[in-house]
Nanobody, 120 residues
Framework: QVELAESGGGLAHTGGSLRLSCGFL????????MGWYRQAPGKERESVALINPGGGTVYADSVKGRFTISRDIAKNTVYLQMNSLKPEDTAVYYCNARLIFGGSSSSDSWGQGTQVTVSS
């Protein structure tokens, strides 16, 4: 059982910054692929950034160079630093924890989401 709790969303102006945090309650935090996803009104949920157990990161093209995902294993927390925000970054941001068992088998846990709104 994994529980995730996001915080840090809110309102920012274009060009501003926000930092999202996701607290992980459960076991084997360091073994999970941690990710941030977002869903804008009328759009499908999309992957924003991932960090794998080895510390490698993957970013959506739309946020490369502006967003940084990181984690603090001692605190069981993953962060998303968002800089140079744009109105198109407005969305509900969700934290995801994925435990891969092998092959195509995995287990996903989601947070409740946090709203990020960027004004022009």
């Amino acid at each position: 059982q994994v529980e995730l709790a996001e915080s840090g969303g809110g309102l920012a102006h274009t060009g501003g910054s926000l930092r999202l945090s996701c607290g992980f309650l459960g076991n084997m935090f360091s073994m999970h692929v941690m990710g941030w996803y977002r869903q804008a009104p009328g759009k499908e949920r999309e992957s924003v950034a991932l960090i794998n157990p080895g510390g490698g990161t993957v970013y959506a093209d739309s946020v490369k160079g502006r967003f940084t995902i990181s984690r603090d294993i001692a605190k069981n927390t993953v962060y998303l630093q968002m800089n140079s925000l744009k109105p198109e970054d407005t969305a509900v941001y969700y934290c995801n924890a994925r435990l891969i068992f092998g092959g195509s088998s995995s287990s996903d846990s989601w947070g409740q989401g946090t709203q990020v709104t960027v004004s022009s």
